[in-house]
């Protein structure tokens, strides 16, 4: 009883001592609140009067100088920078000021608050209010064993899923393993046959060479041949009258028993001498087919001379013909003439015929290089049949080889493959068994809760058996409580007083948060004088560019310059003023 009255008379201590230090941060606030106000008017004032001095002075210096006007408009301007720079300080300063009280005045109401619920803790309980904790407490221990058990029986259920889900997996990976065996068999019977088939592929030895002919050779005819050479000769046979000095014919055979044999071909020579090596029997066939059809060369010659002598004749022979030609001109010059036109054709027939032997020739040589194109292109292909059968059987080799080490890597996979599967399911059996041994023990331990459970309910009705008995000796202890509850009446009426206090000073506080409100309108104004200012200010820019293109340079009017050092005389008098009021303030 007597710690109650203590700690009663204590926070009512303290209560008084925290109203009366609001108090005086109420008065502190309302002087500095005060100070702001006879500040912000001396500067109204005075910035009233600086602007009536200023559009004074322009008004009586509207004909000065144009230097003078923008020498003192920029000191003006300097000034009024300053003077507005001054003001933003110590608009800052006030808003720091007001933000630190504010702080105070939220701490101190924080330790009100704090002060009020230690009052409320420290006040004495009755039997009842512990009666009524301890039943409290009794059903919180019920309602946490009924929590554990429902606990209980969840992770039961949970781990029943956990055991169906292993089981679940058990027959998935025996699936797997079935599935692999079937693979691995599949896989095993067709390196079988691919071996099986790598064996028939080493034991045939039937081989095919293919070789690229020219079938031109082998469809052309020999009837195309001989028209296609005499249609080239005929053109010149029209223009000659008897006998040819040199045709090329095909088989022709001379009515006389006087010609040149034909001139052998060395194509057909070797090819009748010597047989070539790394030639096929296909290639040869090919060969003696072509040289069948070959068009052979012939050269009819006159029996009495060579073709120079019919060109050029002897001298005496000339003489003689010369005079023969003499003769028949005389006798008939026209027979003459023909005959002479005929020569002519003659000769350009034989010139005709010597660039056609010389094609044919061009022809045979053609053909004799193709030829030993032809043999040296199946050498090659012989040599790459060689190779390529050399090749396809090492690849062979090879490929039985890497199918054997594949079949062996495999067959090594599957039985890594089959243990590690067996370790798996054998894993997975014994995690089954240690979580169906867990499962029995949850259901012990469940069945055990419900003992306990049992228990604690025949507790609680002893339980409330004491408590009916604590009711009628509560009964009794309410007469104690009366007195007790007269002293708590009293203690409540200062608590009451307390609070009273407590709601002035909040009252307070709302007044001051008004204040300080104005105060922040206050400045806002400031804010906004100034903002006009800084427009007066451009007006005068504007002005002074203005009068600098309306003036010239002028000549400095000394009477002017007098009055402008008494303005500055005057500006300087109220700077003096306003740095007196300053340090006063700061005093």
Same mark, same amino acid.
């Given at each position: 009883?007597?710690?109650?009255?203590?700690?009663?008379?204590?926070?009512?201590?303290?209560?008084?001592?925290?109203?009366?230090?609001?108090?005086?941060?109420?008065?502190?606030?309302?002087?500095?609140?005060?100070?702001?106000?006879?500040?912000?008017?001396?500067?109204?004032?005075?910035?009233?009067?600086?602007?009536?001095?200023?559009?004074?002075?322009?008004?009586?210096?509207?004909?000065?100088?144009?230097?003078?006007?923008?020498?003192?408009?920029?000191?003006?301007?300097?000034?009024?920078?300053?003077?507005?720079?001054?003001?933003?300080?110590?608009?800052?300063?006030?808003?720091?000021?007001?933000?630190?009280?504010?702080?105070?005045?939220?701490?101190?109401?924080?330790?009100?608050?704090?002060?009020?619920?230690?009052?409320?803790?420290?006040?004495?309980?009755?039997?009842?209010?512990?009666?009524?904790?301890?039943?409290?407490?009794?059903?919180?221990?019920?309602?946490?064993?009924?929590?554990?058990?429902?606990?209980?029986?969840?992770?039961?259920?949970?781990?029943?899923?956990?055991?169906?889900?292993?089981?679940?997996?058990?027959?998935?990976?025996?699936?797997?393993?079935?599935?692999?065996?079937?693979?691995?068999?599949?896989?095993?019977?067709?390196?079988?046959?691919?071996?099986?088939?790598?064996?028939?592929?080493?034991?045939?030895?039937?081989?095919?060479?293919?070789?690229?002919?020219?079938?031109?050779?082998?469809?052309?005819?020999?009837?195309?041949?001989?028209?296609?050479?005499?249609?080239?000769?005929?053109?010149?046979?029209?223009?000659?009258?008897?006998?040819?000095?040199?045709?090329?014919?095909?088989?022709?055979?001379?009515?006389?028993?006087?010609?040149?044999?034909?001139?052998?071909?060395?194509?057909?020579?070797?090819?009748?001498?010597?047989?070539?090596?790394?030639?096929?029997?296909?290639?040869?066939?090919?060969?003696?087919?072509?040289?069948?059809?070959?068009?052979?060369?012939?050269?009819?010659?006159?029996?009495?001379?060579?073709?120079?002598?019919?060109?050029?004749?002897?001298?005496?022979?000339?003489?003689?013909?010369?005079?023969?030609?003499?003769?028949?001109?005389?006798?008939?010059?026209?027979?003459?003439?023909?005959?002479?036109?005929?020569?002519?054709?003659?000769?350009?027939?034989?010139?005709? &015929?010597?660039? =056609? $032997? *010389?094609? !044919? #020739?061009?022809?045979?040589?053609?053909?004799?290089? +193709?030829?030993?194109?032809? @043999?040296?292109?199946?050498?090659?292909?012989?040599?790459?049949?060689?190779?390529?059968?050399?090749?396809?059987?090492?690849?062979?080799?090879?490929?039985?080889?890497?199918?054997?080490?594949?079949?062996?890597?495999?067959?090594?996979?599957?039985?890594?493959?089959?243990?590690?599967?067996?370790?798996?399911?054998?894993? &997975?059996?014994? =995690? $089954? *068994?240690? !979580? #169906?041994?867990?499962?029995?023990?949850?259901?012990? +331990?469940?069945?055990?809760? @419900?003992?306990?459970?049992?228990?604690?309910?025949?507790?609680?009705?002893?339980?409330?058996?004491?408590?009916?008995?604590?009711?009628?000796?509560?009964?009794?202890?309410?007469?104690?409580?009366?007195?007790?509850?007269?002293?708590?009446?009293?203690?409540?009426?200062?608590?009451?007083?307390?609070?009273?206090?407590?709601?002035?000073?909040?009252?307070?506080?709302?007044?001051?948060?008004?204040?300080?409100?104005?105060?922040?309108?206050?400045?806002?104004?400031?804010?906004?004088?100034?903002?006009?200012?800084?427009?007066?200010?451009?007006?005068?820019?504007?002005?002074?560019?203005?009068?600098?293109?309306?003036?010239?340079?002028?000549?400095?009017?000394?009477?002017?310059?007098?009055?402008?050092?008494?303005?500055?005389?005057?500006?300087?008098?109220?700077?003096?003023?306003?740095?007196?009021?300053?340090?006063?303030?700061?005093?």
């Amino acid at each position: 009883m007597r710690m109650a009255v203590t700690t009663a008379a204590s926070t009512s201590s303290d209560i008084s001592g925290l109203a009366d230090q609001l108090v005086q941060k109420e008065i502190d606030y309302n002087e500095l609140q005060a100070l702001f106000t006879k500040y912000k008017l001396k500067q109204k004032v005075k910035y009233d009067k600086l602007r009536d001095e200023v559009l004074a002075y322009i008004k009586k210096t509207a004909t000065s100088s144009d230097k003078e006007n923008n020498a003192l408009l920029m000191i003006r301007v300097s000034e009024t920078e300053a003077k507005l720079e001054e003001a933003e300080r110590r608009n800052e300063a006030l808003n720091r000021e007001l933000q630190r009280r504010q702080t105070q005045i939220n701490d101190q109401t924080i330790l009100l608050k704090n002060l009020e619920d230690q009052v409320r803790a420290r006040r004495p309980m009755t039997e009842m209010e512990r009666s009524e904790r301890r039943r409290m407490n009794e059903l919180v221990d019920m309602e946490s064993v009924h929590a554990q058990m429902t606990y209980k029986d969840e992770r039961i259920i949970e781990l029943n899923n956990v055991i169906l889900d292993k089981e679940r997996q058990i027959l998935d990976l025996q699936e797997l393993v079935r599935e692999h065996d079937e693979v691995a068999s599949s896989k095993k019977q067709a390196m079988r046959l691919v071996q099986k088939r790598f064996e028939e592929l080493d034991s045939k030895t039937h081989r095919t060479i293919g070789t690229e002919t020219d079938f031109s050779l082998l469809n052309g005819s020999p009837s195309h041949a001989r028209s296609r050479h005499e249609g080239a000769s005929t053109s010149f046979s029209r223009a000659i009258r008897g006998t040819s000095p040199g045709r090329a014919v095909r088989g022709h055979q001379q009515s006389h028993g006087t010609s040149s044999p034909p001139p052998l071909d060395p194509s057909e020579d070797t090819l009748d001498d010597e047989d070539q090596p790394g030639t096929s029997n296909l290639v040869r066939r090919l060969m003696e087919e072509k040289r069948k059809k070959k068009l052979r060369v012939t050269f009819d010659l006159p029996a009495s001379g060579s073709l120079e002598s019919i060109l050029h004749p002897p001298s005496e022979k000339r003489k003689e013909e010369e005079k023969i030609e003499a003769i028949e001109k005389a006798v008939d010059p026209v027979n003459h003439e023909e005959r002479q036109r005929e020569i002519d054709e003659f000769a350009s027939a034989v010139q005709a &015929l010597t660039t =056609e $032997n *010389e094609r !044919l #020739r061009g022809v045979v040589d053609e053909q004799s290089t +193709e030829l030993v194109e032809l @043999r040296a292109n199946a050498s090659e292909a012989d040599n790459e049949a060689s190779r390529v059968q050399k090749e396809n059987k090492s690849a062979t080799a090879k490929a039985r080889v890497v199918a054997q080490a594949r079949i062996k890597d495999l067959e090594d996979k599957m039985a890594e493959l089959n243990k590690s599967l067996s370790t798996q399911i054998e894993s &997975l059996q014994m =995690e $089954n *068994e240690t !979580l #169906r041994s867990t499962r029995e023990w949850e259901i012990e +331990e469940n069945a055990k809760m @419900r003992q306990r459970l049992a228990k604690t309910l025949e507790k609680n009705n002893k339980l409330h058996g004491e408590v009916e008995a604590s009711l009628v000796t509560n009964c009794e202890l309410e007469t104690r409580m009366l007195a007790e509850q007269e002293v708590m009446q009293r203690m409540m009426e200062d608590l009451e007083d307390a609070e009273r206090i407590i709601v002035q000073q909040d009252d307070d506080k709302a007044q001051m948060a008004e204040d300080m409100e104005l105060m922040r309108g206050a400045i806002i104004a400031q804010e906004q004088f100034i903002e006009v200012l800084e427009a007066d200010i451009v007006i005068y820019e504007e002005h002074i560019g203005i009068l600098r293109e309306s003036l010239g340079a002028s000549k400095v009017d000394h009477r002017d310059l007098i009055r402008s050092k008494a303005f500055e005389a005057k500006l300087r008098a109220l700077e003096e003023e306003k740095q007196e009021i300053a340090r006063t303030r700061h005093a």
